[in-house]
């Protein structure tokens, strides 16, 4: 479906598992899309998109970037450490006098990052994104469920109301490029809660084969978090994610249609989609 009234749009995080979908989504309506990456040769957009090279951490490479831009995608963390952003006031400062008139703000904490700070005292028309897990992370079983057909996972109560990234690109679309959407922070979960045992069962059924569920104890999944090289700060998330998750985490909204009038994708349809990274 295209748009009447077609605007710039620009994306940060533009190959990103949220950004790619939003410049593919945003070209299919219609509209012109500015990709923000630190590397325009390797960036492997889709046709029609204006890559150019910058880094939202960076102040000093992003004046070109919003020029003739009406509306723009931020995250709010850094693309290489995931740390908060602590620029934001000179990235709104720098929005604002280019024209831009609306931003929608990728959270990756559930506490306001100072780039959200910035952008709801800048005058600007904004959204935040606030996602529960990527279905993405599934993919960090791939290689065990082709090579092995098993999943090794531990907590095996532990509910997640994971989305899939197209949705979160999707409600970002909606925001960006339709009014009805300033001042709001959108919660953004899938159509289902699910536990490890039974993302692996859908998983085994989308493939068509088996895929067993080995449960770890929490001793075996540290040492493996470890193993991978994870910081101390990083395990001890981890453990809070699944032993004390946040309600949000495990708690299924109908945020996605209604802002997009469709409804949230499932598990099953994203592991179609993936089905290649799992050994199909």
Same mark, same amino acid.
């Given at each position: 479906?295209?748009? /009447?009234?077609?605007?710039? =749009?620009? =994306?940060?995080?533009?190959?990103?598992?949220?950004?790619?979908?939003? =410049?593919?989504?945003?070209?299919?309506?219609?509209?012109?899309? @500015?990709? +923000?990456? @630190?590397?325009?040769a390797r960036a492997n957009l889709p046709a029609g998109a204006e890559a150019v090279a910058g880094n939202l951490a960076d102040t000093a490479t992003l004046p070109g970037a919003f020029s003739?831009?009406?509306?723009?995608? +931020?995250?709010? $963390?850094? &693309?290489?450490? $995931? *740390?908060?952003?602590?620029?934001?006031? /000179?990235?709104? #400062?720098?929005? @604002?006098? *280019? %024209?831009? @008139?609306?931003?929608? =703000?990728?959270? %990756?904490?559930?506490?306001?990052?100072?780039? /959200?700070?910035?952008?709801e005292a800048g005058g600007l028309e904004w959204t935040h994104l606030a996602p529960v897990e990527f279905m993405s992370n599934a993919l960090e079983w791939a290689e065990s469920v082709r090579d092995e057909g098993v999943v090794r996972e531990a $907590?095996? &109560?532990?509910?997640? !109301?994971?989305?899939?990234?197209? #949705?979160? *690109?999707?409600?970002? !679309?909606?925001?960006?490029?339709? #009014? &009805?959407?300033?001042?709001?922070?959108?919660?953004?979960?899938?159509?289902?809660?699910?536990?490890p045992p039974e993302k692996v069962r859908v998983i085994g059924d989308v493939l068509g084969r088996e895929v067993r569920y080995i449960e770890l104890t929490r001793d075996e999944i540290v040492a493996e978090w470890r193993r991978t090289g994870y910081s101390d700060e990083d395990v001890e998330f981890f453990l809070a994610m699944r032993t004390d998750p946040p309600e949000a985490g495990y708690t299924v909204l109908p945020t996605v249609e209604k802002v997009t009038g469709r409804p949230a994708r499932t598990f099953a349809e994203w592991v179609r989609e993936n089905a290649a990274a799992f050994g199909a």
């Open positions: 479906m295209t748009t /009447e009234n077609p605007m710039t =749009v620009l =994306v940060t995080g533009a190959t990103g598992t949220v950004g790619r979908p939003l =410049v593919e989504q945003l070209l299919a309506a219609g509209h012109r899309v @500015r990709a +923000l990456t @630190r590397n325009p003739g831009v009406g509306a723009a995608h +931020l995250i709010g $963390f850094s &693309g290489e450490d $995931f *740390a908060p952003l602590t620029n934001g006031a /000179e990235i709104v #400062d720098l929005a @604002r006098k *280019a %024209g831009v @008139r609306k931003v929608t =703000v990728l959270k %990756g904490d559930v506490t306001k990052s100072p780039l /959200e700070e910035a952008v $907590f095996a &109560g532990a509910r997640s !109301a994971m989305i899939h990234e197209a #949705d979160i *690109a999707a409600v970002a !679309a909606t925001a960006l490029t339709a #009014d &009805g959407h300033a001042g709001q922070e959108y919660w953004l979960t899938g159509p289902q809660a699910l536990t």
